[in-house]
């Protein structure tokens, strides 16, 4: 079975500051990982995904991840934090395999940023 | 324009009464899902349809009930309301033979039960 560990209920950084979500996976073979950001009071809006190839993703908004199969992770990073960023974002994983699979979210990080 | 609708957007309803919520997609997908996000933000998948056939079922009350019309619609309804069925209904779609198998979401569906 698949599942996904957000550590980390609530972040904060400075405007300008480094983000680091971090999210670690666990499932028996290598599954595909995504991330997905909520604004207030909408709904999740996919930020970016690995499937193949690359490990590096980038996404949108500035946001890229690192799939790292020997630490089981996939952790969310952008380089400088704007206030916008404020909101909750969620790191999720389906089995790599074909037909229809379920997703598994995370529980989720909030992410705060300070002016 | 919105890729996923729901209607309607908030919903304030009695213990023991029915209600229903719907959505449509307008992005040509074969998947559709209900997830339910509680207070604390945590996402949980309640069904699945795929051209409207039940795909996934998860461990969700029997009062609650999807139907799939046509594979562009995908409807929840909720008999005998209770309190712990306050919460966030999101639905969402995706393509499923593709290989991205990302999920989009409509804007969610905020039910308070008094």
């Known amino acids: 079975a698949q599942s996904v560990t957000q550590l980390g209920s609530h972040v904060s950084v400075s405007e300008g500051a480094l983000v680091l979500l971090r999210c670690n996976y666990s499932s028996s073979v290598p599954p595909y990982l995504f991330w997905y950001v909520q604004y207030p009071n909408q709904g999740l809006q996919l930020l970016l995904k690995y499937t193949t190839g690359a490990t590096l993703v980038k996404g949108i908004n500035g946001f890229e991840a690192e799939f790292k199969k020997s630490e089981t992770s996939f952790h969310l990073t952008k380089p400088s934090a704007h206030m916008s960023d404020a909101a909750e974002y969620f790191c999720a994983v389906r089995p790599n395999s074909g037909g229809y699979q379920k997703v598994t979210f995370g529980t989720g990080t909030k992410l705060q940023v300070i002016p | ?114």
Request: aromatic content about 12%; charged content about 20%; proline content about 4%.
């Open chain 2, 1 to 114: 324009d919105t890729a996923v609708s729901q209607t309607p957007k908030y919903l304030v309803t009695q213990m023991g009464n029915d209600k229903s919520i719907k959505c449509e997609q307008n992005l040509g997908h074969d998947t559709m899902y209900w997830y339910k996000q509680d207070s604390k933000k945590f996402l949980k998948i309640m069904f699945s349809y795929n051209n409207k056939e039940l795909i996934i079922n998860e461990t969700v009350p029997n009062r609650f009930s999807p139907k799939s019309p046509d594979k562009a619609h995908l409807n929840l309804h909720i008999n005998s309301l209770e309190l712990g069925d306050s919460a966030v209904y999101f639905c969402a779609s995706s393509q499923g033979g593709s290989s991205s198998y990302e999920q989009y979401f409509g804007p969610g569906t905020r039910l308070t039960v008094t």
